[in-house]
């Protein structure tokens, strides 16, 4: 990717002729994957004639070659997650419903080139609210990880799922502390087993932390805690292969701003954790090892507006960070790597932004995907990471985690499917590269000074009336 022949043949994607497209009033791209093949696999939901539907697209970045579909279902849909492996695409999701009413989608496509067929898409239901937010390949199974809501507690659990190559259930577990939330956002392969990564509010109460768990077979490996005194989302991690563990996610027990993005190095030797923000709400989503180096993809929002962030890390400290902008808001989805290029995918209204980087986060090449009408993106390298970092050793504790785990008895119904294809065209976008300078709004920076001298305000606030209304007293003269 970046190439002018590869740019030109993205461009020109038509993924089928006009005539035998459908075309949906609106699409939202919930997630994205980049994956080691080159390809971009997008998901999310679809509106057709009122109705909503499960959205899927894949891109091959390298030939220019792409398949995108909703799939028809008789209920409402939505997919969160994909995967593939060789000629399948597995994706999952829920089929809309009340809270506690909703049930798993799980949809397996068989694709030939451009040629893509569903295979069988299924209805998973444990009588609870369940939702499927991601899948990974696993050997010859796919292994499905969500949540189960208790309809009578409202209490919510992890829920791991193994469905065979054949379709067949092969499995399924709760993992969860009895009374108290947990929540799964992401999982990975690890080895023979899986990397989980979400939140649990069972130290905090009312307050969450991040939450990592290890599963081989079903069966808990190792979990662990990790937050401070107030919010801590765990939202992405990646298990190294020194055994190091890497979460990352959102924290407010950091002082940077509202929230801020954080990421935690877990070994042998204990954790680091670094937080990385603004006076705003920041947040990381995604993560990418590469060449010894660590890149982070999140987002900053501020006057209501939502910008993109990559933090490139060395030997554990900042290194280089660039903001991403542009005049509609960007939605961090994921952050891969190809052939030593970065790509970061963003969605924005109706469509997928993709920029590529070098390994030093210099922009190569941006375009869309979809039909939002952006003509340029902003690439500015952000001066001030020293002001942005914060080590939060000694705010966050790393604890054990215990989780019970129970087996789930799931009712299984094949639902009836048919696959629309509809057209994504392709647009290459202006980047338009700049520094940028942190200007920090003046009511932000009152309101922030008032904060942080709250007692010696106190203390001046009888003087500051007496001031005020000999002022008004003068005045009057």
């Known amino acids: 990717m970046g190439t002018v022949r590869e740019a030109a043949a993205l461009i020109a994607v038509l993924l089928l002729p006009a005539a035998s497209l459908s075309q949906p009033a609106q699409v939202s791209f919930k997630g994205a994957r980049v994956t080691a ?64 009413s909703r049930s798993m989608l799980f949809a397996e496509f068989r694709c030939n080139g451009l040629s893509c067929e569903i295979a069988r898409a299924l209805k998973l239901s444990s009588g609870f609210g369940d939702i499927a937010k991601s899948v990974v390949f696993l050997s010859n199974n796919r292994i499905v990880v969500g949540l189960s809501q208790n309809p009578n507690t409202g209490v919510s659990d992890l829920a791991v799922i193994t469905v065979k190559e054949s379709g067949e259930i092969g499995g399924a577990v709760s993992l969860g502390v009895p009374y108290y939330h947990s929540f799964v956002e992401k999982a990975y392969a690890a080895g023979e087993g899986l990397l989980l990564v979400g939140a649990t509010w069972s130290y905090n109460v009312s307050m969450s ?41 959102l924290t407010r027990s950091s002082s940077k701003g509202y929230s801020d993005g954080f990421y935690a190095l877990v070994g042998e030797d204990g954790v680091r954790t670094t937080a990385f923000g603004t006076p705003g709400y920041d947040g990381f989503v995604d993560l990418l090892s590469f060449d010894g180096r660590l890149y982070l993809l999140g987002y900053r929002i501020i006057k209501n507006r939502e910008f993109g962030v990559i933090l490139l890390v060395e030997e554990d400290r900042p290194f280089r960070a660039v903001e991403v902008a542009c005049d509609r808001d960007l939605v961090p989805l994921a952050i891969g790597q190809h052939e030593g290029r970065i790509t970061a995918v963003f969605g924005s209204e109706n469509s997928l932004l993709v920029l590529t980087f070098d390994k030093e986060l210099k922009p190569l090449h941006a375009l869309t995907i979809g039909y939002a009408t952006i003509d340029s993106v902003n690439v500015a390298e952000v001066s001030d990471l020293e002001k942005r970092q914060e080590g939060l050793a000694d705010k966050f504790m790393l604890r054990t985690q215990s989780l019970v785990s129970r087996d789930v008895s799931l009712t299984v119904e094949e639902l009836k499917a048919s696959i629309r294809r509809i ?10 590269v ?8 003046l009511p932000e920076v009152i309101l922030r000074v008032i904060e942080e001298n709250i007692p010696i305000f106190i203390l001046l606030l009888p003087l500051i009336i007496v001031l005020i209304a000999l002022i008004v007293a003068m005045l009057k003269r």
């Open 37 to 100: 093949g080159g390809q971009l696999l997008a998901y999310g939901q679809a509106e057709s004639s009122g109705a909503l539907y499960p959205l899927l697209a894949l891109v091959d970045l390298d030939r220019g070659t792409g398949f995108s579909a909703y799939l028809e279902l008789d209920a409402k849909g939505v997919f969160l997650d994909a995967a593939e492996s060789d000629s399948s695409i597995v994706a999952v999701g829920y089929l809309q419903g009340s809270p506690f």
């Open 423 to 432: 057209d994504l065209p392709a647009k290459s976008l202006k980047i338009v």
């Open 434 to 441: 700049g520094g940028l300078e942190e200007r920090e709004p």
């Open 209 to 249: 932390d991040a939450l990592a768990v290890y599963v081989k077979d079903s069966k808990v490996i190792r979990a662990f805690t990790l937050g401070g005194a107030d919010v801590d989302e765990g939202l992405a991690a990646l298990h190294g292969f020194d055994g190091t563990t890497v979460l990352a996610g």
